[in-house]
């Protein structure tokens, strides 16, 4: 930059020292820059005096608008208050979502744990090799006590063909002891006398808990299959149910068999049939060896649940068996005697009672049902489309999908609607905020 | 640490007598640029982004220059939103004033070759030599080089000038 252009500067103070030195020595050696610089320091000069005076306005209004803007403000209180009220209504509205989550997590688990525990105790078979294996724990059916005698009746020939049950029974005998143990371990005199008796007479079998229905897991399951199976003769196949029901400690609980002559009658025929859980999986086999199997579903309803609790209950009961006969002995009044003697009749009602209970539900759980449906091949369930209509199909499926299209844009808008209490004041609140933000 | 804690909370004394030190600076600087209409308006407006963003200054320029700093901000926003290109002269100008000893030039004639100049140079003279700012403050104020402010106010007046090299005494 040359001297020239340093000049204003020069005059303006805002040079250092070497620039002002050669601005002062260039100005010494040449007059026309000086009068240059008399005509930059006049022009500022008449600037200066020309600034238009400005009174000052506003001054005291903008002090209290600063002071007032220090004091925490209802807006903010506001929309604290709106921010912990969203919080508190998503909290309310979600949480029995994460609630459902957290125990659908743990039926899934339930169900993995039981269906690697069923895969395992599959007898190979290649006629379910391509069937589906659906199994779950839904609740199915209700409790039949009736069941239980047609157990007894048939339990000798389940002993006498199911001998792998005794060797699984007897591998699980110490997890059952280990259950039953603290049960009765301090029962009273006439607590061990019963279970004495129950020992020495093993007839009624129902009688006795079987943990050889317990799962890998602990669980008790009550198993239950669907099958349908295509056969060749409607009657052998009859037959052969009937000797599979007898083999597999159960009996037949129900049967329909529609089989008229004539050759362009579809023959069917269905059951139901009740074998003991040990034999379930062999029954299932041997049924679907019957024919071709069209399809097969099983499932297990976990009664675990109850039994602990039944067991719970009556180890309690026998403890308040056994503090009442304690305060017998020492009982010496006819009214104190009498009084107890009373609640002990009460408990050991109770006591009978659950006993009971417990009973019911090894008998369920001894005992699991198949569903078989058989059609004698040649029957109509295996017909297929005589030609594939893909026009047919594709208006079908075009319209599926509309439909999908329009269901989901239903629900949005549900969605939309119902949620509106949450996402309209946030809207608000937002709009509010940024319209305050820009004024 | 205790001078940066105390800019990260204010007290309310400190932010007054800011308001009280500069308001006059503030206003007159609105005033001129946008006329004295807006000017309460919008020196309030700088105050209170000035109270709200206290604890951001470092403390490394004068509190006057980024007060002003904050007004030229708040100020262009205004002009961005009324669509203003151009200051009128008037505003900050007034060829009615008491006449200075040594004037070399007719204020008229001052005012038009004033209002041939760009927006930018007219700021640098309006900033230096009516409100008496320093080039470094101009240059913070404006958040260009400084060198670039010296360049501006020398261009400005060699176009002055030259603009009045007729009547030039």
């Known amino acids: 930059m040359n001297v020239k252009e340093n000049l204003k500067a020069y005059l303006d103070g805002e040079l250092n020292e070497q620039e002002r030195a050669q601005v002062e020595q260039a100005l010494a050696q040449d007059p026309s820059l000086q009068q240059e610089m008399d005509q930059l320091t006049g022009l500022s000069s008449m600037l200066k005096s020309m600034a238009k ?48 989550s957290k125990e659908a997590a743990k039926r899934t688990q339930d ?105 890998n897991n602990g669980h008790d399951i009550v198993r239950n299959a669907d099958l349908s199976v295509k056969v060749a003769d409607i009657k052998s196949a009859d037959l052969q ?12 609980e129900s049967s329909s068999v529609y089989a008229p002559e004539g050759e362009d009658v579809v023959r069917t025929a269905s059951y139901s049939i009740r074998v003991d859980s040990h034999q379930f999986d062999r029954a299932v086999g041997q049924l679907s060896a019957l024919g071709e199997v069209l399809s097969v579903s099983t499932s297990g309803d976990d009664i675990t649940a109850q039994i602990v609790d039944t067991d719970a209950r009556l180890k309690a009961m026998h403890s308040e068996e056994d503090q009442y006969l304690t305060v017998l002995k020492s009982a010496k009044k ?77 629900q949005t808008l549900i969605y939309v609607a119902i949620l509106s209490p949450i996402w309209v004041p946030v809207l608000l609140i937002g709009f509010w905020s940024y319209r305050k933000t820009k004024s | ?47 209170l982004i ?61 005012m038009q070759a004033l209002g041939k100049l760009s927006p930018d140079h007219r700021e640098a003279v309006l900033l230096h030599e009516i409100e008496g700012h320093t080039y470094a403050e101009i240059a913070e104020i404006l958040s260009v080089p400084e060198g670039t402010v010296k360049s501006r106010l020398h261009y400005a007046f060699l176009q002055l000038r030259t603009q009045l090299a007729g009547g030039l005494q």
Not at chain 1, 72 to 92: D, Q, R, Y
Not at chain 1, 128 to 135: A, E, G, I, N, R
Not at chain 1, 336 to 358: F, G, H, M, T, Y
Request: hydrophobic content about 35%; charged content about 25%; proline content about 5%.
């Open chain 2, 50 to 110: 000035m109270q709200k963003s206290y604890a951001k200054f470092q403390g490394k320029s004068k509190p006057s220059t980024w007060i002003i700093g904050i007004a030229q901000n708040v100020v262009r926003n205004h002009h961005r939103k009324t669509k203003i290109a151009d200051v009128p002269l008037t505003d900050w100008l007034d060829p009615a004033t008491p006449a200075h000893d040594k004037e070399i030039c007719d204020r008229q004639a001052l």
């Open chain 1, 111 to 215: 169900m993995m744990a039981a269906k690697a525990a069923d895969v395992s105790s599959t007898p190979a078979s290649g006629s379910t090799s391509s069937v589906t294996d659906d199994l779950s724990f839904e609740e199915k059916g209700e409790y039949t006590p009736g069941a239980g005698a047609g157990v007894d009746l048939k339990r000798k020939d389940y002993e006498s063909f199911a001998g792998g049950a005794d060797v699984r029974a007897k591998s699980r005998a110490p997890m059952e002891e280990s259950r039953n143990g603290p049960l009765y371990g301090n029962n009273s005199e006439s607590s061990k006398k019963s279970i004495s008796e129950k020992s020495a007479n093993p007839a009624p079998q129902v009688n006795t808990y079987n943990p050889g229905l317990t799962l």
């Open chain 1, 53 to 100: 005076p400005v009174p000052i306005k506003g001054y005291e209004a903008t002090r209290e608008r600063i002071a007032s803007a220090a004091k925490p403000s209802l807006a903010f209180v506001w929309k604290t208050l709106g921010a912990v009220a969203i919080v508190s209504i998503l909290a309310t509205m979600f949480f029995p979502v994460f609630a459902q």
């Open chain 2, 1 to 47: 640490m205790a001078k940066s804690q105390a800019q990260a909370r204010p007290d309310q004394q400190t932010i007054e007598r800011l308001v009280t030190e500069h308001y006059a600076a503030v206003y007159r600087f609105c005033a001129r640029r946008a006329g004295e209409d807006a000017a309460s308006d919008l020196a309030q407006e700088t105050f």
């Open chain 1, 334 to 410: 006819i009214g104190e005697i009498l009084e107890v003697k009373d609640r002990l009749a009460n408990v050991r009602q109770r006591i009978e009672s659950l006993e009971a209970q417990k009973k019911n539900f090894k008998s369920l759980a001894q005992l699991s049902t198949i569903t078989l449906s058989l059609t004698e091949d040649g029957g109509p369930v295996d017909k297929k489309p005589a030609e594939d209509d893909w026009v047919g199909n594709s208006v079908k499926n075009a319209g599926d999908i509309l439909g999908a299209v329009g269901k989901f844009l239903a």
């Open chain 1, 241 to 252: 149910v009937k000797a599979v029901a007898a083999r597999s400690g159960g009996y037949l």
